[in-house]
């Protein structure tokens, strides 16, 4: 029997110390309200207690060890999509998704969760996600389940339903039937005159439900001239850990990646997944200097090498779309007649605050019109494992999300980030809207070919 640690709850370390932010960056927030109609969970439910103020409101006081760390807490950091939102609007420069996920690291720290939840995570975070071996033996499983017959045994006979699991399900992504994992190791040269030399980060999940879209970022890339690496070693960027608090995996993800992302020299490391290009970006954080404030204070060896490390590769780190914008696009393109929307990925647009570069490029493709989809930038209700862990918030925003899809008349639906492809994919079955769901580079990539 699997022995789960229970911990009594003990008021948690006050901000500034055991890898809290500093008391200073919790104060930013003057209560001013203007992120409140920016936020999808405030949207739906109207509760102050699931908004940004009200959720850094609650970090405070538990830090203070004047609110429980307890089950109403936890429940409202939860709900919290971290889609980041709520930064791009507040005047006071609130960097809120340091904030949330320095909340979620203290649950992660001093609060017994559920066993079946305890279980999960540890499974997910711990167990799965660092191993690419045990990535693609789950895939193999998950894919002979989808080819079998079984998937649609159990959706025909009701089984699914009957274990609650039906909507969630409908989530499951489609698993490749070649995984990009063969690919690790290899370069791509340029077509044509070399412009830049680029390392490939290829994503974990993403090799084994996006390949395609991996090979199509390295079709785009070489036609436009520039000569991909796939370094072989690298592992998980470690985003969902870090979002889900699961802190100690993500920073060692993050050092085995620094190494391996470093051991040569690149003009720019290139991510098609803006959730994962966020927290490379980002990388900093985990690794804060001595002189970045309280937050790195905790830290008992203080590694100034790695710091050196994360900020050195945060300059090379580019979303395929910004870096394609930047480099301009040399490859010619056919014409295709598609008038099509662009839902911004929240780490994309919130985290790494790039708006017009995936736009640019749907622009310059001759024959597709770009119709602004309405709320592009409220959240899908993919955001990481949200759609799993939180499924009924998750297909509230889908729904809206479809329908304003639909209220532009598109054929195709673009966007930069497999998390929300995955979503919205699931969104034109779920809702009959016929609507394609593409990357930006999938795009281009037809347009190329
Ligand atoms: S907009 Fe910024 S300062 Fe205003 S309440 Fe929201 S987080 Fe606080
Ligand atoms: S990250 Fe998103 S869901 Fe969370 S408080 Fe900010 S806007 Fe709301």
Known sequence: MIEVPRMKWQPPPAAGSAGLPSWDEYLRCVHCGLCLNSCPTYRLWGMEADSPRGRIRQMMLVNQGELPLGDSFVTHIDRCLDCRACETVCPSGVEYGKLVEAGRAQIERNYSRSLGAWLARSLVYRHLLPHPGRIALAARLVRLYQRSGLQWLARATGALRLLGLARRERLLPRIDDHFFFSQLGKMFPARGPRRARVALFAGCVAQVTFARLNEATIRVLTANGCEVVVPEGQLCCGALAAHA?????????????????????????????????????????????????????????????????????????????????????????????????????????????????????????????????????????????????????????????????????????????????????????????????????????????
Not at 349 to 356: A, D, M, T
Not at 408 to 414: H, K
């Open 245 to 449: 608090g699961v802190r100690d995996v993500a920073e060692e993800l993050a050092q085995r990646n620094l190494d391996v992302f470093l051991r040569d020299d690149f003009d720019a490391v290139i991510t098609n997944a803006a959730g994962c290009g966020s927290t490379l970006k980002e990388y900093t954080h985990l690794f804060p200097a001595e002189n970045d404030g309280p937050e790195s204070q905790h830290r008992e060896h203080r590694d100034t090498e790695v710091t050196e490390k994360a900020h050195r590769f945060a300059a090379k780190m580019r979303d395929v779309t910004e870096f394609l914008a930047e480099l301009g696009l040399a490859a010619p393109l056919r014409e295709l007649k598609l008038r099509v929307t662009y839902q911004d990925s929240c780490h994309l647009l919130h985290g790494q605050k790039v708006r017009e570069a995936p736009r640019k490029l749907i622009r310059a493709v001759p024959g597709v019109e770009l119709v602004e989809l309405p709320f592009s930038d409220q959240c899908c209700g993919s955001a990481g494992v949200y759609n799993v862990t939180q499924t009924e918030t998750a297909l509230e925003l889908l729904a809206g999300k479809m329908q304003h899809a639909q209220s532009t008349g598109a054929q195709a639906i673009v966007t930069a980030n497999p998390g929300c492809l995955l979503q919205l994919r699931a969104g034109a079955e779920i809702h009959h809207t016929g609507q394609e769901v593409l990357h930006v580079v999938e795009l281009l990539d037809r347009a190329i070919s």
